[in-house]
């Protein structure tokens, strides 16, 4: 079993070569690239650099794709930009050499949870295609989500794997405020099949709809993490607390001990 920890974040363009050495120098071998405001690595040549740069010094990147990300909206334009957003991702994270674009795939609006269900579907197959296509080599990951109204709950991103061949992210955080439970058991034996988990982890205050904020990520939370992660298997374990550096370092020290 390999495990790997690492923060949400890998600053600006001319910062990302020293922050990565840093994470590295910190035991961290992981690092997922926010363009959750927008894709901000427009160079290839960027790219490129900072990819090899984390294969040096043994640094697992993946992405998060933008926040703008509806593949059920009733606007078509909406739909269509949501899809250009996650490609575009797609072919910079190929340059990067990233495995995992994670992605909020969309709402639920109007739509029964069936229906959006299939809309969903459909796009993703269709993301699916151009990818391919394209060539572009990273795996979309569409993310467990912690708001009630939000598509997104385990068994909708489970049937998407089976019916698109996408990847997926797990995040533990949403799902504590989705069911009021982490669920543990019930996820890893859910998703037993597959070899190579991607997981978003944080504290998180939770209100009547789900998921409000992430916060602080305690070192009792970490430790119900670690206790209940499966065997053989490749896991990456993304924090998303306002300090996933902090609490990525205190999860590997918690892990390692």
Same mark, same amino acid.
């Given at each position: 079993?390999?495990?790997?920890?690492?923060?949400?974040?890998?600053?600006?363009?001319?910062?990302?070569?020293?922050?990565?050495?840093? +994470?590295?120098?910190?035991?961290?071998?992981?690092?997922?690239?926010?363009?959750? =405001?927008?894709? =901000?690595?427009?160079?290839? &040549?960027?790219?490129?650099? %900072?990819?090899?740069?984390?294969?040096?010094?043994?640094?697992?990147?993946?992405?998060?794709?933008? =926040?703008?990300?509806?593949?059920?909206? #009733?606007?078509?334009?909406?739909?269509?930009?949501?899809?250009?957003?996650?490609?575009?991702?797609?072919? *910079?994270?190929?340059?990067?050499?990233?495995?995992? !674009?994670?992605?909020?795939?969309? /709402? /639920?609006?109007?739509?029964?949870?069936?229906?959006? +269900?299939?809309?969903? @579907? &459909?796009?993703?197959?269709?993301?699916?295609?151009?990818?391919?296509?394209?060539? /572009? #080599?990273?795996?979309?990951?569409?993310?467990?989500?912690?708001?009630?109204? *939000?598509?997104?709950?385990?068994?909708?991103?489970?049937?998407?794997?089976?019916?698109?061949?996408?990847?997926?992210?797990?995040?533990?955080?949403?799902?504590?405020?989705?069911?009021?439970? +982490?669920?543990?058991?019930? *996820?890893?034996?859910?998703?037993?099949?597959?070899?190579?988990?991607?997981?978003?982890?944080?504290?998180?205050? !939770?209100?009547?709809?789900?998921? &409000?904020?992430?916060? @602080? #990520?305690?070192?009792?939370?970490?430790?119900?993490?670690?206790?209940?992660?499966? &065997?053989?298997?490749?896991? #990456? %374990?993304?924090?998303?607390?306002?300090?996933?550096?902090?609490?990525?370092?205190?999860?590997?020290?918690? /892990?390692?001990?």
């Amino acid at each position: 079993m390999t495990v790997k920890f690492g923060p949400s974040g890998l600053g600006g363009i001319k910062e990302a070569i020293d922050n990565l050495e840093a +994470y590295s120098k910190m035991g961290l071998t992981a690092c997922e690239i926010a363009f959750t =405001y927008g894709v =901000y690595i427009n160079q290839k &040549k960027d790219a490129l650099r %900072i990819g090899d740069a984390a294969r040096k010094l043994g640094i697992s990147l993946s992405i998060h794709a933008p =926040y703008w990300i509806n593949l059920n909206s #009733t606007d078509n334009e909406i739909i269509e930009k949501s899809k250009q957003r996650i490609l575009k991702c797609c072919e *910079v994270g190929t340059d990067l050499g990233v495995k995992k !674009v994670v992605f909020h795939p969309g /709402y /639920y609006g109007k739509d029964g949870k069936k229906e959006t +269900y299939e809309k969903i @579907k &459909k796009q993703i197959i269709d993301i699916q295609t151009k990818r391919k296509e394209k060539k /572009y #080599t990273s795996e979309l990951a569409p993310e467990t989500t912690g708001k009630i109204n *939000v598509f997104g709950s385990i068994e909708e991103i489970f049937n998407l794997t089976k019916d698109t061949g996408c990847s997926f992210c797990i995040d533990f955080a949403h799902i504590l405020a989705r069911e009021k439970d +982490y669920k543990f058991k019930e *996820v890893f034996e859910k998703f037993k099949e597959f070899k190579d988990i991607h997981i978003h982890f944080s504290g998180i205050e !939770v209100g009547e709809k789900g998921e &409000k904020n992430h916060k @602080k #990520t305690s070192e009792e939370e970490i430790k119900k993490l670690v206790e209940n992660l499966p &065997k053989n298997r490749e896991i #990456t %374990i993304i924090n998303e607390s306002p300090s996933p550096v902090r609490d990525s370092i205190a999860s590997l020290k918690i /892990y390692r001990s």
